[in-house]
Nanobody, 118 residues
Framework: QVQFVESGGGLVQPGGSLRLSCAVSGTIFSINNMGWYRQAPGKQRELVAV???????NYADSVKGRFTISGDHAKHTVYLQMNSLKPEDTAVYYC????????????WGQGTQVTVSS
């Protein structure tokens, strides 16, 4: 139905930068939102940033001013530019897409590991 291609994770030193990419394909009629979540070991999955179809964005307080979400819903792509990375940003980052207008269904990518360590 919906396929994801995520990339950009890796190991980076504190203060460094990474850019995550997510491309979605399949049976997609309309995208309501695309975003990034993350899950650290022993913690619940949490919202990082989301890009809505109207162009509005929402960020977790912990990443405001450091991370920037961008993308093109028409091309089914979303990116996450992560700057000034901290060890506490270490987690598996998941791409999520919400498809539909009246009823929105959510789909998840397979996740990409981001490790911030010296």
């Amino acid at each position: 139905q919906v396929q994801f291609v995520e990339s950009g994770g890796g190991l980076v030193q504190p203060g460094g930068s990474l850019r995550l990419s997510c491309a979605v394909s399949g049976t997609i009629f309309s995208i309501n939102n695309m975003g990034w979540y993350r899950q650290a070991p022993g913690k619940q999955r949490e919202l990082v940033a989301v890009l809505f179809s109207g162009g509005n964005t929402n960020y977790a307080d912990s990443v405001k001013g450091r991370f920037t979400i961008s993308g093109d819903h028409a091309k089914h792509t979303v990116y996450l530019q992560m700057n000034s990375l901290k060890p506490e940003d270490t987690a598996v980052y998941y791409c999520q897409v919400g498809i539909g207008s009246i009823t929105v269904r959510y789909y998840w990518g397979q996740g990409t590991q981001v490790t911030v360590s010296s």
